[in-house]
Structures are given as C-alpha cells and as structure tokens.
C-alpha cells in the first residue's frame, strides 16, 4: 500500500529509543485490500497515517499506529454506499522472532519483523480491516425488509431446482 520499505528489527529497536514518527497521506486506491470492499469513488477518499515510535516495557519497540479517514462501503442491509469513518488509535509490540512473543505481557497485539523486517504498510492495513464491521449497515437505515425475494410471486427462482437436480445426479 504505502510506499514504505521493510523496516528491519535493528531500525526499529533505534527510532523506539528516539521516539521517532513518521506520518503519511495515502488514497485507499494505493491499498489493494482496501479498495476491494470499496465503491469506486471510494479509492480517490484520502487516509492520514502515523506511526510513532516508543520502547515498551519489555524492551521491545511499541509501535503505535493511528490513521484518520473514510471508507466508502456498502449497506449490508439496503445495499447502497455507506461512508464508514476510520479512527484508528492502536498499538503493538514488534518481536523479532515467534519465540520473543512469549517475552511480551500481551502477545495478540504483537507483530513479528522477520528476517525481512516489517512491513508498516501492512499492519496498518492489518489494523483497519480488524476494525471493520463484519457486517457493516447504516445506523439508521432506510430500507425496510417486507418480504423475502424467494417468497414474491413471479420472480425467477435460478437455483430453485437445484436439489432436484442434484438427487437426480447422485442416482
Ligand atoms: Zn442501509
């Protein structure tokens, strides 16, 4: 997504010690993962990111990450654009191997840099996704469900004679 390289595990441990930060701008269009559950329009939307950079207590570098912005979704309910505000404020732990995770008071909000170090754009990415609903609707939707589709006379119902057809190919 955002043009960041791997930042080896060596990097990191030295902008904790310095509390470096580094802020960019993207358009959700630069991330491939977030621009599939968003309209068109929705990948010109532009998200605010920031990483900032402290030691944890376990001596390992706390990455905390914010981003600010827009998704263009859709309604689960109505199935129209739904515009889903991002208020990211999380942070993890960076480890540089699967056994230093067992170091860390909470091992679930930790990443792993690997030999190939870590990919900030990444676990931003990461991080809004699991902030997403699985299902996410209007808080007040206009559309008001009266009937199932399958139910109203007259539509065509495809895969209707499916089990049908199915018992039929097993004989
Ligand atoms: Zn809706």
């Given at each position: 997504?955002?043009?960041?390289?791997?930042?080896?595990?060596?990097?990191?441990?030295?902008?904790?010690?310095?509390?470096?930060?580094?802020?960019?701008?993207?358009?959700?269009?630069?991330?491939?993962?977030?621009?599939?559950?968003?309209?068109?329009?929705?990948?010109?939307?532009?998200?605010?990111?920031?990483?900032?950079?402290?030691?944890?207590?376990?001596?390992?570098?706390?990455?905390?990450?914010?981003?600010?912005?827009?998704?263009?979704?859709?309604?689960?309910?109505?199935?129209?654009?739904?515009?889903?505000?991002?208020?990211?404020?999380?942070?993890?732990?960076?480890?540089?191997?699967?056994?230093?995770?067992?170091?860390?008071?909470?091992?679930?909000?930790?990443?792993?840099?690997?030999?190939?170090?870590?990919?900030?754009?990444?676990?931003?990415?990461?991080?809004?996704?699991?902030?997403?609903?699985?299902?996410?609707?209007?808080?007040?939707c206009e559309v008001v469900r009266e009937s199932r589709p399958?139910?109203?006379?007259?539509?065509?119902?495809?895969?209707?004679?499916?089990?049908?057809?199915?018992?039929?190919?097993?004989?």
């Open positions: 997504m955002v043009h960041l390289s791997a930042v080896a595990m060596r990097k990191l441990r030295e902008w904790a010690a310095r509390r470096h930060a580094i802020e960019a701008s993207f358009k959700v269009g630069a991330s491939a993962r977030l621009a599939e559950l968003c309209a068109d329009v929705g990948a010109k939307e532009a998200i605010d990111a920031c990483w900032s950079f402290r030691q944890g207590l376990e001596g390992f570098p706390v990455i905390r990450l914010r981003a600010r912005g827009a998704l263009q979704l859709q309604c689960q309910r109505c199935l129209s654009p739904l515009v889903w505000p991002i208020e990211l404020d999380s942070q993890l732990t960076a480890v540089g191997s699967e056994n230093e995770i067992r170091e860390v008071a909470s091992p679930y909000d930790t990443v792993i840099a690997g030999p190939d170090g870590l990919m900030l754009g990444t676990i931003l990415e990461d991080e809004i996704l699991i902030s997403l609903p699985m299902a996410p609707v209007h808080s007040q399958e139910a109203a006379p007259g539509l065509s119902r495809p895969l209707a004679g499916l089990g049908a057809l199915m018992r039929q190919s097993r004989d």
